[in-house]
T-cell receptor
Framework: IAGITQAPTSQILAAGRRMTLRCTQD?????MYWYRQDLGLGLRLIHY???????GKGEVPDGYSVSRANTDDFPLTLASAVPSQTSVYFC????????????FGQGTRLTVV | SQQGEEDPQALSIQEGENATMNCSYK?????LQWYRQNSGRGLVHLIL?????REKHSGRLRVTLDTSKKSSSLLITASRAADTASYFC??????????FGSGTRLQVQP
């Protein structure tokens, strides 16, 4: 079944550790996104990529980095995790950046202790 | 800052009733989209309305858009218990990516 796969589904991480959240889509979508969802704050954009080889900063990029080496994969890395990065992380993709719907993964629940 | 803000934050209705959720936004948009999120799951796209459209229907869903007031509404008719979820509006402005509001939690009592 076509869609977006995120891994892991949940993780408890010690503060200061490095962590990469994986995201893969098989729909050949050009654009991909990372959001974090916190209670009462909705979804906030961390980083985005309009096409393979390009990335951009979203609303809350500090402490996170991304890469887009190919069309299908868009990993999100926390270089040195802090408790404020405890959140649910969603990866999404869309055919193009404009005027198309976004498809979301099931999320990664990350707890930084 | 939030581009879209939903109202109300929470809504509880009986099965069979209609549910109306509102969304206000701040800047000019290309389109506005509504998404649904079941507890603990990813968001699912419901409907997209472009800035030059005023109303759109999809099954039991009716979306309106008033660009002069920078607002949109989502109406779910004849609600079912399975409609219980959080509903988010998202705006596309041509910059970066969709900007989401904080959502409306809908509870449909059987």
């Amino acid at each position: 079944i076509a869609g977006i796969t995120q891994a892991p589904t949940s993780q408890i991480l010690a503060a200061g550790r490095r962590m990469t959240l994986r995201c893969t889509q098989d729909m050949r979508h050009n654009a991909m996104y990372w959001y974090r969802q916190d209670l009462g704050l909705g979804l906030r954009l961390i980083h985005y990529s309009n096409t393979a080889g390009t990335t951009g900063k979203g609303e809350v990029p500090d402490g996170y980095s991304v890469s887009r080496a190919n069309t299908d994969d868009f990993p999100l890395t926390l270089a040195s995790a802090v408790p404020s990065q405890t959140s649910v992380y969603f990866c999404a993709s869309s055919k193009d950046r404009l005027n198309t719907e976004a498809f979301f993964g099931q999320g990664t629940r990350l707890t930084v202790v | 800052s939030q581009q879209g803000e939903e109202d109300p934050q929470a809504l509880s209705i009986q099965e069979g009733e209609n549910a109306t959720m509102n969304c206000s936004y701040k800047t000019s948009i290309n389109n506005l989209q509504w998404y649904r999120q079941n507890s603990g799951r990813g968001l699912v796209h419901l409907i997209l309305i472009r800035s030059n459209e005023r109303e759109k229907h999809s099954g039991r869903l009716r979306v309106t858009l008033d660009t002069s007031k920078k607002s949109s509404s989502l109406l779910i008719t004849a609600s079912r218990a399975a409609d219980t979820a959080s509903y988010f509006c998202a705006t596309e402005t041509g910059r970066r990516a969709l900007t989401f509001g904080s959502g409306t939690r809908l509870q449909v009592q059987p």
